[in-house]
């Protein structure tokens, strides 16, 4: 590698300077930009793009529609603000539109009054009478955005206020909602039997008076026939009706019951935090908890599956006299 001039004793030359200054103020633009590159460079866009999105999470409604009263008004107000900005933004951008024209336009105007012999008063330019009305309509857009954004403020405070209420409202509706799917999934067997019922009478009123052979398996799902199980299910093994019973109640339990750690924090249900749930040090207390809890369960497993002494507790078996 090439030793620099100065470090030779030569003084650098203009144009070694110049290319090494180059290089510094590069690598220096570099460090500036590293990790910018996503960002973007219209500042004004990202206000605007980040006050759309928080106006999207302040819109936001329920999924299932469920309207509180109070709430509904809240609502109410929020549409109408939302369309008069909507209106604004359409308007902005039409005078926008005008704006950009407005060169091209009065180009031909003035090329029309160049035809007809200069004759009459010579057009003016709309150029700044087009600039004045995007201005209005872009303080419209402000206004309205002002009013939106009021209307959203108070639709969150009532939201803060009432937030224990609503909650319970809505904890009340997940439980009948669950309870309802439930009740529905414990009529499923009674229902199947009045079809099996039927099934069999209807096998036995076209074969009478022959002997009607019994088709698979009727506690099995789908008789335990492979192929509506395997198209269905995605399994080839036979299924036990009641374990789609059970994986139906298995559902309702997980829809009315688990949710994110966000969510469940807010609802004050959250399980204690784990590694293996999220990531944490082993320094940790929770960790070092974690550790030797999941360490013990791990010696009682090994001592149960242990061939000695499951040896040992064969033999200490002795049949009870009685017989029973």
């Known amino acids: 590698m090439p030793r620099a001039p100065w470090l030779t004793g030569a003084e650098p030359t203009l144009e070694r300077a110049a290319s090494d200054k180059l290089a510094t103020d590069a690598r220096r633009e570099r460090l500036q930009v ?37 709430l509904a008004k809240h609502d109410d107000a929020v ?21 950009q024209e407005a060169p091209a336009e009065d180009a031909r105007t003035l090329a029309d009054w160049f035809a007809r ?55 009340r509706d997940v439980e009948q909602a669950q309870e309802r799917l439930l009740e529905q999934a414990r009529q499923l067997p009674r229902l199947r039997d009045e079809l099996l019922a039927a099934r069999g009478a209807l096998e036995w009123a076209a074969t009478f008076p022959e002997l009607t052979p019994v088709l698979g398996t009727p506690s099995m799902a789908a008789l ?62 929770r960790a070092q908890a974690w550790g030797r809890q999941e360490l013990e369960r791990a010696r009682k497993l090994a001592e149960y599956q242990d061939p000695t002494r499951l040896a040992a507790e064969a033999a200490d078996f002795r049949p009870d006299p009685a017989g029973v």
């Open 79 to 99: 549409d109408k603000a939302t369309q008069r900005h909507a209106q604004a933004q359409h308007a902005l951008q039409q005078a926008e539109q005008r704006l």
């Open 117 to 171: 012999g200069e004759r009459g008063k010579r057009p003016a330019s709309s150029l700044y009478e087009r600039e004045r009305e995007r201005g209005a309509a872009r303080l419209l857009v402000d206004a309205a955005a002002l009013e939106l954004d009021a209307a959203l403020a108070r639709r969150l405070q009532h939201v803060e206020q009432h937030r224990e209420k609503m909650t319970e409202d809505a904890r």
């Open 34 to 70: 590293r990790g910018l590159e996503g960002l973007p460079v219209n500042q004004e866009r990202a206000r605007v793009e980040l006050a759309e999105g928080e106006r999207a999470l302040r819109s936001s409604r329920p999924p299932n529609g469920r309207r509180w009263g109070q």
């Open 224 to 285: 335990g026939l492979k192929a509506p199980v395997e198209q269905t299910l995605g399994v080839t093994a036979q299924l036990p009706y009641t374990a789609l019973i059970d994986a139906i109640e298995a559902d309702a339990l997980a829809l009315a019951h688990a949710h994110t750690p966000t969510v469940a924090n807010a609802l004050g249900a959250a399980r204690q935090a784990t590694p293996a749930s999220e990531a944490m040090w082993t320094s940790d207390p």
